[in-house]
Every structure is written in C-alpha cells, then in structure tokens.
C-alpha cells in the first residue's frame, strides 16, 4: 500500500521560512519515475498546485505568486520530496498536500498518490 506522509507543519512569522518534506513507501516504480507535486488549500478556497517537480527532465513550474520563494526538490535515494519555502506571507496559510503521478501508459490508469496534508500558519 502506498503512504506518503508529509511533515514539517508548523507556524512561522511573516517573513520567514519553513521545509516540508515528503516520505513516500509501498511505491511500485523508483520515486524518480512519479512527477511531484506541491498543493495547497487555503479555508474556504480552492486546492491550487503551488510547485511541480517533473520526472522528465527534471523541469519545475510554480504559482505565480510563489516563484522565487518556493522551491522543489526530490531525493530518489531516500524516497523524499521537498518544498522550501521563504519570505513566507499571510496568503500562504493553508494545508499543503504532496502528491505523486505516473503516467502508466496507453490503457493503464495513471498512479495519483496523496500525502494526508501538513498545516501552514503565517499569521498576518
């Protein structure tokens, strides 16, 4: 059975940064085939994906609003991802998830993997 397990919660001024790291087991295929990403829901709103780690290429993308503070990174070896995260703001309070993806090919469902989510609070 797959688990992912995020940690790092925590409350952080304005300003200020946090890690979060992402474990993941029970995955079929080497971690460095899933694509990685970041999202976040804030009360009241809609999940937005904040950072994505792609397993080809190794290409990143952000939210607009997080380039430049946020980074994704993986480590294949011990199975974990990570979201660095600086110069953090009121707006990105919110419950951030980890979430892993494969295409399994023509026919196959795709593998779609999610972290139970790890609380953000930057109180304003």
């Known amino acids: 059975q797959v688990q992912l397990v995020e940690s790092g919660e925590g409350l952080v001024q304005p300003g200020g940064a946090l890690g979060l790291s992402c474990t993941a087991s029970g995955l079929n295929y080497v971690c460095s085939s899933y694509d990685i990403y970041w999202v976040r829901q804030a009360p009241g709103k809609e999940r937005e994906r904040v950072a994505s780690?792609?397993?080809?290429?190794?290409?990143?993308n952000y939210l607009d609003s997080v380039k430049g503070r946020f980074t994704v990174a993986r480590d294949n070896v011990k199975n974990f991802a990570y979201l660095r995260m600086s110069n953090l703001k009121p707006e990105d309070t919110a419950v951030y998830y980890c979430?892993?993806?494969?295409?399994?090919?023509?026919?196959?469902?795709?593998?779609?993997?999610w972290g139970q989510g790890t609380q953000v609070t930057i109180p304003s």
């Open positions: 979430n892993v993806w494969k295409d399994n090919g023509i026919g196959y469902a795709s593998s779609d993997y």
């Open positions: 780690l792609f397993s080809r290429g190794g290409n990143e």
